[in-house]
């Protein structure tokens, strides 16, 4: 028999970390599974390092979904730590207050002013930051950014909250980081830019400009840890293993890495002492997760869901995904960036070939596959550009630009696997009235190739269309493995 989760109730030596004081000192946005299993963890592990006032004030973007039975449970949940040797939990408690910030935005924009929060960190994913594709600046077309940029409006989007309350707290001055966890290059840099270019199309005042610029750090940072969704399967384990009825448990593998650049204006926890990696080589070891991890993910997810996979395990389980996915690792990843110092190729890949084929984590490919014509901006054009420029065709990255159209926006005659509709793709309607009307798969390809959803630069290589075409003719007529053959054959 289980008892109700709750402070009270929680389990002794179940903790992972230590309990937060009351007191809070991190406002955070995006109440997801991957916040909960990491930023969150390595908070409650600081704290039991070292102390300090670190709780967590969270906020979901707009659904209840989190935070209902995390208020229920007194803020408190489970980590369910899944690995190919069996599974184990322990207990989180380190939000002191949740909320939604679609129904309470200006709660977000106090506590963001609020001198006592010194660190506002956000798990958004890519959609949240609101930027152009093409550009990758501030969409200021975008409805919601417009209607946020509105004089006396209430803000609706991530950036409009948090430009907000940067506006608001240069009254009193305090130092604060803006801390993206999410998975984009140069996280920081980009979240600067977003916030300044709004602040600067809002009509913010020189003072508060002055104040984010000299007073508001914005560290980059790399995050790492593949955390699925929660099923009833993972409440009924922690059932089993904590004798405790949690309603909001967090699967996640025992992996996690977090490197940051030690810029945080307002102080932080002792995260040194819970695990993460203070480096000056972000951005090398954001390549490393950008492409070698995340680029790699999307094209087991693509591959997997066009034939038939539901879950990582079982498209890295097919032959021809491992094998297109380490060919673009060795051919198409790895020669783009140089690695942080003391790096070693061989057993990175050795060490993601284990959580790939992880069957406890039951990482769904379709999940994976969501939002790609945000999270391909970040794994593909730059690294397509680096060997087209050099006079060399990225087959692998070619592959991917096929296999996710082929699944989101699939040429006029062809059906995906069902596994397909489950994908979130906010473009996809975008993508649809785009290839209204093509009459070729040539027509299909360079309608999307031109029509905004990648940045010019990639838009211009007609080379790399011409590849994009032939691969998507390929899985067409002859089926994806077919495809993968053709891109093996390349080398």
Known sequence: MTQPLGRSSAVAGSLIGASAPDRTGIVHLGLGNFHRAHGAVYTAQAMAAAGGDWGIRGFAHSSDRVVAPMRAQDNVYSILQLTEGGTRAGLVDVHRDTGVAAHDPEAVVAAIADPAHRIVSLTVSEVGYTRDPATGRLALDHPDVAADLAGGATPRTAMGMIARGLERRAV??????????????????????????????????????????????????????????????????????????????????????????????????????????????????????????????????????????????????????????????????????????????????????????????????????????????????????????????????????AAWLACVAPPAGFTPDPLSARIAEPARERLAAAVDGAVTTGDHVHRVMAGGFFPEALAERDDFTARVVELLTTITRDGVRAAAADVAASH
């Open 172 to 401: 009193s001055g305090e130092p604060l980081a803006v801390v993206s966890c999410d998975n984009l290059q140069s996280n920081g840099d980009v979240t600067r830019a977003v916030i300044e270019e709004f602040l600067g199309a809002a009509g913010a005042s020189d003072d508060v400009l002055s104040f984010v610029s000299s007073s508001v750090s914005f560290p980059n940072g790399m995050v790492d840890r593949i955390v699925p969704k929660t099923t009833d399967e993972h409440s009924r384990r922690v059932a089993d293993l904590l004798g405790v009825t949690d309603r909001c448990p967090v699967p996640a593998e025992d992996f996690s890495m977090w490197v940051l650049e030690d810029d945080f204006a307002g102080g932080r926890p002792a995260w040194d002492l819970a695990g993460v990696t203070f480096s000056t080589e972000i951005e090398a070891y954001e390549m490393v997760k950008l492409r070698l991890l995340n680029g790699s993910h999307s094209l087991i997810a693509y591959l997997g869901i066009l034939c038939g996979a539901p879950t990582i395990d079982t498209a890295w389980g097919q032959d021809f995904v491992r094998e297109a996915v380490l060919g673009g690792i060795a051919h198409d990843y790895l020669p783009t960036f140089t690695p942080p110092t003391g790096f070693d190729p061989d057993a990175y890949v050795s060490e993601l070939d284990a959580r790939w084929r992880n069957p406890l984590i039951g990482h769904a490919t379709t999940q994976v596959g969501s939002d790609g014509s945000v999270k391909l901006l970040q794994r593909i054009p730059d690294a397509a550009l680096f060997h087209l420029r050099k006079g060399r065709m990225p087959h692998h990255l070619a592959l991917c630009t």
